[in-house]
């Protein structure tokens, strides 16, 4: 007791000042690779630009916009590839949205979404059949489709979910397949087997399917991005599912559908590939009506396909500015495409 | 046994509204139509190809060593070798660049700057291939030659299209590549940092290798698009078939071939019509095989954070 416990001062080393972090050279070589590797992305962008616009500037005149093609280098115009690039979009527009939309609405709303749930109301329909009919409301022709109804969707549980995840499988693979690949498909169905001549009409519908799976994949992505709740909410006042979809889901996620739309149009507008093949290269000089009901019957003209035959001629001094002006043209197109799909975004996209 | 009660008065069952079943039966209809859309391609090209296969040999098609059509000598490997030559070139140039601009967009760059660089990135994602074309002929092949690597004589090659086309998908490479990076979780980073590690070696040694998945199928895809390419690779190579691994030699791919054939307006029963399905054929396999093997790398490599 007497034996204190005396305070025990044991010898703390003084902590170690920090080292102030020292320089090391491998963090700033590593640094200026990364943000190097990064200028000369930026830089080759640049270069392309400048050496584009450089080239075309002098050719892009007023009557460069409104003349015709021409096999005389100074006097072919853009207004052919102009109005063919015009009509080939609407072309795609009223074939890819229409069924892009529908399609990604039934795979995102519809389609059988897992197998326990689709279970689940096939075991409550056989439960209900049994009851009615111990209660001896249902007979005759009504108990068959009764029947009908609950093998059908016995089945659907069984074969429904492995189907969509196929169809999804599916989409992702089509959107990687080569543009050429469609180019391929479309001489082969429309122009060989559905006899459509080598026209507008048929690089359209080209287009349409090239552009299908990708607006397919977007609006999807817009579609879920509405929370269920707005659905569900709609659901418990009694509108039937497809009453909740198509008033409260779909108008929601309409900016970013059109969004989606923009820019895969500004993929198809740009795509030289599947035309060439689809309809070979355009001869003469007769300029294609804009009415897309006239489609079938006229040359397959589009600014990618006019720019490739004026790069592809053999005096590049003459028509290489020609070329360069068609690409500024081009580019200023899918600039103004891209910038109001970015507007469309920020100025319609609620967040919830 | 009992019955369940019926549901009470109020709360009848949902009314069977046909014309709601017909709409969904329409939205369906929409959705089996990307499946036709597959069924077509496939169906396509072997059918259109089918009396190729009948009079050229498979053996003497993926053996050939030359692509002669004019003599009837259908070879498929220079084409192939020219295909795989320039996408391997525009990995190349793509790997380093896109990795890095991916790692300094999501190590080093603040908010603002990536809010800037990442649409532009993206302006160089959806160039149109025929003007990376016009841009290989009229100022990288001349610069290439300027610098002494082509000779003067020199105009087609497949090193100024495997240059363009690894310009074209450093942007696929560097947004994937980025998406990956960011998935990996603060707190690993934090982690790293609190041991006392530097941004470069927490890049490296923790963000990098927590990545890897992401990246190997960014570069997988990025792949697949580089051989699926067409414009920017028939101005820039070449239209001569040439069973070569040289760089500054012209070549044809594939895609080029099929778009020569094209452009000559093959009509529908010649021999030269079924070879451009037949080679399409092999595109789309080729094609096909890269994406599957893309979505298995990351299914086998994936790494799960929770």
Known sequence: MATTSAPVTAEIPAPRPLARRRARPGDAVFHAAVLGALLIALAALAWLLVSVVTKGASALTWDFLTSRTSSRASRAGFLNALKGSVVLMMITIAVAVPLGFAAATYLEKFAPLSRDELRVISRRRRRALADRRAAGTIGGIRLLVARLGVAFSALWARIGPPLTTFVEINLSNLAAVPSIIYGLLGLALFVQIMGISKSLLAGGLTLAVLVLPIIIIASREAIRAVPRSIEQGAMALGATRWQAVRRQVLPAALPGMLTGTILAMSRAIGETAPLVVVGGVAFGTALPSLNPLNAADEPLYAMPLQIYTWVDQPQQGVWGPKAAAGIIVLLVTLVVMNLVAIWLRNRFTRRW | ?306
Do not use: C, H
């Open chain 2, 1 to 306: 046994m009992t019955t369940e009660p019926l549901p009470p008065a109020g709360l009848r069952a949902r009314r069977f509204r046909p014309a709601e079943q017909g709409v969904v039966l329409l939205l369906a209809a929409a959705a089996t139509v990307s499946v036709l859309v597959a069924v077509g391609i496939v169906f396509t090209l072997v059918e259109e190809g089918a009396g190729f296969w009948g009079s050229v040999s498979p053996w003497d098609f993926f053996t050939g060593t030359e692509w002669f059509p004019v003599d009837r000598v259908y070879g498929v490997l220079p084409l192939l070798s020219a295909s795989v030559t320039i996408a391997v070139l525009a990995a190349i140039v793509a790997v380093p660049i896109g990795i890095g601009s991916a790692i300094y967009l999501s190590e080093y760059a603040g908010e603002r700057t990536r809010r800037i660089v990442k649409p532009i990135l993206e302006l160089l994602a959806g160039m149109p291939t025929i003007v990376l074309g016009f841009f290989a002929l009229e100022s990288v092949t001349p610069a290439l030659q300027d610098i002494g690597i082509l000779g003067r004589d020199q105009l087609y090659n497949a090193l100024s299209a495997g240059i363009v086309v690894g310009l074209l998908i450093v942007p696929l490479i560097a947004s994937l590549s980025e998406d990956a990076f960011r998935a990996v979780p603060a707190a690993m980073r934090e982690g790293a940092y609190g041991l006392g590690a530097t941004r470069r070696v927490v890049a490296t040694r923790i963000v990098f290798p927590a990545a890897l998945s992401g990246v190997m199928a960014s570069i997988v895809l990025a792949l697949s698009r580089a051989i699926g390419e067409t414009m920017a690779v028939t101005l820039a190579a070449g239209t001569q078939p040439n069973f070569t691994a040289d760089p500054t030699e012209p070549m044809q791919t594939i895609t080029a071939v099929i778009v020569a054939v094209s452009k000559g307006e093959a009509t529908r029963g010649t021999e030269l019509y079924e070879s451009i399905f037949a080679i399409g054929l092999v595109l789309f396999a080729v094609t096909m095989l890269i994406n599957i093997a893309a979505v298995a790398l990351v299914r086998r490599f994936r790494t799960v954070y929770l």
